[in-house]
C-alpha cells in the first residue's frame, strides 16, 4: 500500500511538471528585443522613451549590480489568436528558487511610458488581453533592474551591497520575450490539482481523504491527454470536480487572507531601488485587482505612497482607484514601518501623526490599526502611543516555535505600560497557499479554543505580493473539506469579527519579544546615534522656535519641520534603525543625518541666536545647575571660568526646565572639584560629592557616594571594563598604553585614557565636575575588528532583583539573571539604566547606545555582585561585512547613589546638553509642571497653524499623580486632543495654570489656545 500510494503521488508530481505545466502556452511568438544599457543612476521613462536602442537576442548577459537596462520588446498578435488570452512571458534571468526580494525585477510601461505591470522573480507574464481581435501591435518598455542577490544569513553576495566591491560583471542573461496564448482549460486544471496535490500532502498518510484525493488525481492524470489538450482538459476537470465540491467542516479554521508584500525601505537594496521596487509590485497588483475583484490588498508606509503620488503619478492614480473600488487598503497608519523599540516616542508619535494625515488627504482612507508584520519586538510603551493615534489592534508576525520568547497565544490584548490594552494577533509569515502551508499554520496555531479558530493570513511572496497563482488557490481553499476555509477580508473586518467572537482574549502585559535580536539593538552605531542626535535636535528646534514664536513673533519654520520630520522618519525604517541594511544603505543614512543636524541646527540659531556662550538654553524638563563646556573662541576668560588643555572655557551655569540661563556663575556653596595622582598611580577625583578612583591602567576601581559613603564599585571589581567578544571567547581590555590627568579643577577633572587592541584605538575621557553625582565617560573608537563585540563594563556592589531600562514615554522592569548564559540575552534602553535595592542605587545614562545586558551573581563570602555591560559595537558579516568600521563616539554616565527618579533626570542631561547661546537675561520658560514625576516632552505649535501651543507631557515614575501645568502666556482655552491633535475636550484652566491628574505612564496631550492670539505666518520650504 505504501509503495502505491508513493508511485501514484510521484505519478501526479511528474504530470503536473512535466505534461502540464508545459502545456499552459501552447502556441508562442518571439517579441523584437533592443536594449539601451545604463551604468549609472536610474533616468525617467521621459529620456528612455527618446534613447537610442540596439538590438538585443535572448541569452545575451545584461546588467551590471544595480544598473538598468532598458527593453523595447514589440510584436504582433497572429489573426489566429482571435478571441484568446495573450500574454507577454518576459524572462530577465533571475533565479526564483532564491529567497529574497533582490532579483532581476523590472516595470513594463506602454509604449508611452505608462507603467502597466511589474515582473518578479515569480511572475514573468504580462496580461496583453483577455481576447485578441488578433493583428493588434503590441509594444512594451521595460524599465529592468540588476539588482544583485544578497543573502544577509549567510554572508553570500554581501559585496554587491556597496557599489565599491559590487564590480561591474554582468548579473543576468536575459531568457525570452514572447508573445504567447495562455489556455486557460489548462490553466485552471493547473491549479485545480496543485490545489488538491498540496491539500493531499499535507494529510496523514493514514487518513482516508489523502487517499480518496490522490485516486481523484490519478484519473484526472488518465483523462488528459496532451495531443488533444483542449477537450481532455475540460474532462479532467470534470473528474476533479466532485473532490473541490466537498465542502468544509463548519468548524473549520478560517484565514482571512490579504493580500501583502513586504517593501522595506532600505534593507539589501538602496532606498532608489525601494521607491522602483514600489511602483513595480504596486502596478502588478492593482492588475490583479482588476482581474481578481475579491483581492484585498493591505499595503503600509506612507512613504511609499508619498514616493508613487511624486514620481509615479499613472501608478498613483491606479492606487486611489482601488482604495476607491474597496480593493487596496492603506494599513498601519504610520509614515514607514518603523522600528518601534529603537525609535524615540515622539518620533513614534510623528510616525502615526504624518501616515494617518497622508492616507487620510491623499487616499481618502483611515487607518484604525497598527501593522508591524516585519518587527522584531515592541515596547511595551507601544500600545499607548498607537491607541491614542487612533490604532483599535496590532498586526504583528508570529515568533519562530523554537523563539525562547515564543508566546502561549497569538491572539492577545496587548496591555502596555500604563494600563491601554490593543487586541493583537499574530499572523504567520506570508504565503502562498502552496503545497502544506495552510495545514501548516493551522497546525502551529496557538489559540485553540473554538472561538479562537480563525487567523488573518497575509498572502504573497518576498516583495511580490500574491500572484495570480496564489488567487487560484485561493478561489479552490474557499470552503474545501479538511482545508482550511480562506476568504479575502478588509484588516479592519477580521479585526471586528475576531473581537466579537473572542471578547475576553487573554491579556499578555510587557513587550512583545517576537525574534532573536541578532545584533540589531547595537549594529550600524552611526546611524542609530545620527537618529537619536535628529530626535533630539527636532525636540530643540521645536521647543526654541514656539517660545520665539510667542514671545517675540519669530514665524514658526512649518514647512521646513514638516520636511524634516519625514525625513527622520524615514531612516528609522526597521531595516535601516535596527542595522539590518546594506553598507550602501547605511551610507546614504550617516549622509542623511549629517545633513539633517546641519539644517535643524540653523534653525535652533534661527530662534535662540548664535552661541557665544553668555547663556545657556535647557531644553530638558529639569532645572539644572551644571558645568558647561564653551568651545574655544567663545566664552570670555575670567576667574569664574576654567581653561582647558584643548583651548575650550568649562563654566558653570544655570536654568530652568525648558528655559534660558546664564554662564559664568561663581561656585558660591558648590564645592570645587580636585584631582590628585597618588604614589601607586592612581588618579583620584573628588567634588564633595562623588569620589572616583581610576587605576594605572584607566580602570574605574571606586566611584564612593559620599552622601552615604557607599561604593557603587563591587569589591575587588573594574568598572569602564572594555571587553571584546569573539564567539566563545572574551578579552578584557586591561591595560593601558596612557593613562594622564588632564584637567585638574576647579570647575572640572579629566583622566585620559589610551589603549588599543593592534587593530583597534580607544581613547577615553572620565570627567568629574563640580556639583555634579555622575562620573561621564567619553569614549572614542576607531573599531577595525571584524566578527566581534564591544562592550562597556560596570560590575556594581549592588543586591538588584530588577533592572529597570528606559523605554518610550517610561520605562520597563527586567527580571535578574544569575545564569551564566543569560550574558548573551540583550534588552534594549533608550537614555538610562537603573539597578537598585532599598533606598539605594545605581544610574547608567547613554547618549546613543541601546542594547545592554545585566547579570548578578553571589560572592564568596556573601554580597552580591550585579554586572551591567553598555554593547557599543557590533561588527558583523552581513548584510553589510565592514558595518562599524572607523571613528565612533559614545557617551556614558555613572551615577552611584541614584533613585529612579534620578535615573531619569540624567538621561535627560545626557541627550539634552544645556547649549550655549547669547545672554537671555532671566526667563522664565513657555511652560513648566510643578510636579517632578510629570515631564514635559514637546512643546510646539499646533500643525494647522492657528498658532495654539500644543505641550505633551507624561507620568515618569509609574504612580498616579497630580500635577499642575502653567503657562507664561496669557491662554484663552484649553483642550486635551488626541496625538493628531484633533477631537478636543476642554479642560478647566484659571490664569494659565490647568490641573491634572494622570496614570502611571499616561501620555496627554494638551491645546492652549493663546489669548488675542493672530495665525502665525510660516516660513518657506
Known amino acids: 500500500m505504501h509503495d502505491r500510494r508513493k508511485s501514484g503521488e510521484e ?25 539601451w544599457h545604463i551604468p549609472g543612476e536610474p533616468v525617467p521613462v521621459g529620456i528612455a522613451l527618446r534613447a537610442d536602442y540596439a538590438p538585443f537576442t535572448a541569452g545575451e548577459p545584461w546588467g551590471s549590480p544595480w544598473s538598468t537596462t532598458w527593453f523595447r520588446v514589440g510584436a504582433s498578435v497572429p489573426a489566429r489568436w482571435a478571441g484568446r488570452r495573450v500574454e507577454a512571458l518576459i524572462d530577465l534571468g533571475g533565479d526564483s528558487g532564491h529567497p529574497g526580494d533582490c532579483q532581476a525585477e523590472a516595470l513594463v510601461h506602454d509604449a508611452q511610458g505608462i507603467p502597466l505591470h511589474g515582473l518578479h522573480a515569480h511572475t514573468g507574464a504580462v496580461p496583453v488581453t483577455a481576447s485578441a481581435r488578433g493583428g493588434e501591435a503590441v509594444h512594451f518598455l521595460v524599465e529592468a533592474a540588476a539588482n544583485p542577490f544578497i543573502d544577509a544569513a549567510t554572508g553570500s553576495g554581501v559585496r554587491y551591497g556597496d557599489p565599491v566591491t559590487a564590480g561591474d560583471a554582468p548579473l543576468y542573461r536575459f531568457r525570452r520575450a514572447d508573445l504567447a496564448v495562455r489556455d486557460d482549460d489548462v490553466w485552471h486544471l493547473l491549479h485545480d490539482m496543485e490545489t488538491l496535490d498540496g491539500l493531499m500532502r499535507a494529510l496523514p498518510a493514514e487518513l482516508p481523504r489523502r487517499h480518496e484525493i490522490r485516486i481523484t488525481l490519478e484519473h484526472a492524470v488518465e483523462a488528459f491527454d496532451p495531443q488533444a489538450v483542449a477537450p481532455t482538459a475540460a474532462a479532467a476537470r470534470r473528474v476533479l470536480a466532485p473532490a473541490l465540491a466537498e465542502r468544509a467542516d463548519p468548524s473549520a479554521h478560517r484565514f482571512a487572507g490579504v493580500g501583502y508584500a513586504p517593501l522595506d525601505s532600505g534593507g539589501l537594496r538602496p532606498l532608489r531601488e525601494t521607491i522602483r521596487g514600489c511602483a513595480r509590485t504596486f502596478s502588478t497588483l492593482v492588475t490583479l485587482a482588476e482581474e481578481y475583484p475579491e483581492l484585498v490588498v493591505g499595503a503600509s508606509s506612507a512613504q511609499h505612497y508619498a514616493w508613487m503620488r511624486d514620481q509615479q503619478p499613472h501608478v498613483f492614480e491606479r492606487l486611489r482607484k482601488a482604495v476607491a473600488d474597496g480593493n487596496w487598503v492603506p494599513v498601519g497608519g504610520t509614515w514607514v514601518e518603523p522600528d518601534v523599540e529603537l525609535a524615540g516616542g515622539e518620533a513614534l508619535v510623528r510616525q502615526f501623526v504624518l501616515g ?65 490594552t490593543l487586541f493583537t494577533h499574530l499572523a504567520p509569515d506570508n504565503a502562498a497557499l502552496t503545497g502544506a502551508e495552510p495545514a501548516d499554520v493551522v497546525t502551529d496555531f496557538a489559540d485553540k479554543a473554538p472561538a479562537a479558530a480563525f487567523s ?12 495570480r497563482d496564489t488567487l487560484e488557490r485561493a478561489r479552490r481553499l474557499a470552503d474545501l473539506d479538511v482545508s482550511p476555509r480562506v476568504a479575502m477580508r478588509h484588516p479592519a473586518q477580521f479585526f471586528r469579527e475576531a473581537r466579537e467572537e ?132 567663545t566664552g570670555q576668560a575670567s576667574d569664574t571660568a576654567q581653561l582647558l588643555p584643548d583651548g575650550s572655557l568649562a563654566v558653570l551655569a544655570d536654568a530652568p526646565a525648558l528655559g534660558a540661563g546664564s554662564t559664568g556663575l561663581p561656585l558660591d556653596g558648590t564645592a570645587r572639584v580636585t584631582a590628585h595622582t597618588t604614589v601607586d598611580g592612581q588618579q583620584v577625583l573628588d567634588n564633595g560629592l562623588l569620589r572616583v578612583r581610576v587605576d594605572a591602567a584607566g580602570l574605574v576601581r571606586s566611584a564612593v557616594d559620599l552622601a552615604t559613603g557607599r561604593d557603587a564599585l563591587a ?25 594622564e590627568l588632564r584637567a585638574c579643577g576647579p570647575l572640572l577633572a579629566t583622566v585620559r585614557v589610551r589603549r588599543g587592541t593592534g587593530r583597534s584605538t580607544f581613547v577615553q575621557d572620565l570627567t568629574l565636575t563640580a556639583g555634579s553625582h555622575a562620573l561621564t565617560v567619553d569614549t572614542e573608537v576607531d573599531w577595525r575588528e571584524r566578527d566581534t563585540v564591544l562592550k562597556l563594563s560596570w560590575p556594581l556592589d549592588v543586591h538588584a532583583e530588577l533592572s529597570h531600562a528606559d523605554v518610550q514615554f517610561g520605562h520597563v522592569a527586567h527580571p535578574m539573571h544569575e545564569d551564566p548564559d543569560a550574558t548573551s540575552q540583550e534588552f534594549a534602553a533608550h537614555r538610562w539604566i537603573h539597578v537598585g535595592e532599598h533606598r539605594w542605587g545605581v544610574a547608567l545614562a547613554t547618549d546613543s547606545t541601546y542594547g545592554h545586558d545585566v547579570t548578578r551573581h553571589t560572592r564568596d563570602g556573601g554580597g552580591t555582585t550585579t554586572v551591567v555591560r553598555h554593547t557599543l559595537l557590533c561588527a558583523t558579516n552581513g548584510p553589510d561585512p565592514y558595518a562599524d568600521r572607523g571613528l565612533h563616539r559614545f557617551r556614558h554616565t555613572l551615577r552611584p547613589g541614584a533613585t529612579l527618579g534620578d535615573a531619569i533626570t540624567e538621561g535627560y ?76 475636550t476642554p479642560r478647566p484652566h484659571r490664569h494659565g495654570r490647568v490641573p491634572l491628574t494622570l496614570r502611571p505612564f499616561q501620555i496627554r496631550t494638551l491645546r492652549l489656545v493663546r489669548a488675542g492670539q493672530r495665525q502665525e505666518g510660516s516660513s518657506g520650504a
Not at 456 to 462: C, E, M, V
Not at 955 to 969: P, Q, S
Open 11 to 35: 505519478r501526479i508530481a511528474a504530470f503536473l511538471s512535466e505534461r502540464l505545466r508545459p502545456a499552459l502556452y501552447p502556441q508562442r511568438l518571439p517579441m523584437d528585443v533592443s536594449a
Open 502 to 633: 473572542y471578547p475576553h482574549a487573554p491579556v499578555r502585559r510587557g513587550g512583545l519579544d517576537l525574534a532573536p535580536d541578532r545584533g540589531t539593538y547595537t549594529s550600524q552605531a552611526r546611524t542609530k546615534r545620527g537618529n537619536r542626535r535628529s530626535e533630539v535636535l527636532l525636540h530643540e528646534v521645536e521647543l526654541w522656535s514656539a517660545t520665539a514664536a510667542v514671545r517675540h513673533g519669530v514665524p514658526y519654520p512649518y514647512d521646513e519641520l514638516d520636511a524634516l520630520w519625514r525625513r527622520v522618519l524615514l531612516q528609522q525604517s526597521r531595516r535601516i534603525l535596527s542595522g539590518a541594511s546594506i553598507a550602501w544603505v547605511h551610507e546614504d543614512a550617516e549622509h542623511e543625518h549629517r545633513d539633517l543636524h546641519r539644517r535643524l541646527t540653523r534653525l535652533v540659531r534661527r530662534a535662540v541666536g548664535e552661541p557665544d556662550g553668555a547663556g545657556v538654553r535647557n531644553a530638558a524638563p529639569y532645572s539644572r545647575r551644571e558645568v558647561v563646556t564653551l568651545r574655544a573662541g
Open 715 to 739: 569589591p575587588g571589581g573594574a568598572g569602564n571594563l572594555l571587553q571584546l567578544l569573539r564567539g566563545d571567547q572574551a578579552l578584557d581590555l586591561v591595560e593601558a598604553g596612557q593613562v
Open 909 to 984: 542631561a545626557v541627550n539634552l546638553p544645556l547649549r550655549p547661546g547669547p545672554a537671555a537675561g532671566p526667563q522664565t520658560p513657555l511652560v513648566h509642571v510643578d510636579h517632578p514625576d510629570v515631564v514635559v516632552e514637546t512643546v510646539k505649535l499646533a500643525d494647522d497653524r492657528s498658532g495654539d501651543v500644543v505641550v505633551r507631557l507624561y507620568e515618569t515614575r509609574g504612580g498616579r499623580t497630580r500635577a499642575t501645568l502653567c503657562a507664561d502666556f496669557a491662554v484663552e482655552a484649553v483642550h486635551e486632543t488626541d496625538l493628531l491633535e484633533e477631537h478636543p
Open 356 to 420: 494617518r494625515r497622508f492616507f487620510r488627504d491623499e487616499l481618502g482612507a483611515d487607518s484604525e490599526g497598527a501593522w508591524l508584520p516585519g518587527a522584531r519586538g515592541a515596547s511595551a510603551a507601544f500600545p499607548q502611543i498607537a491607541a491614542l493615534a487612533g490604532a483599535r489592534w496590532l498586526l504583528a508576525t508570529r515568533p519562530p516555535a523554537d523563539h525562547s520568547a515564543a508566546t502561549p497565544r497569538h491572539t492577545f490584548r496587548w496591555e502596555g505600560i500604563d494600563g491601554t
Open 456 to 467: 488573518l493570513q497575509p498572502l504573497g511572496r518576498d516583495a511580490e505580493g500574491p500572484g
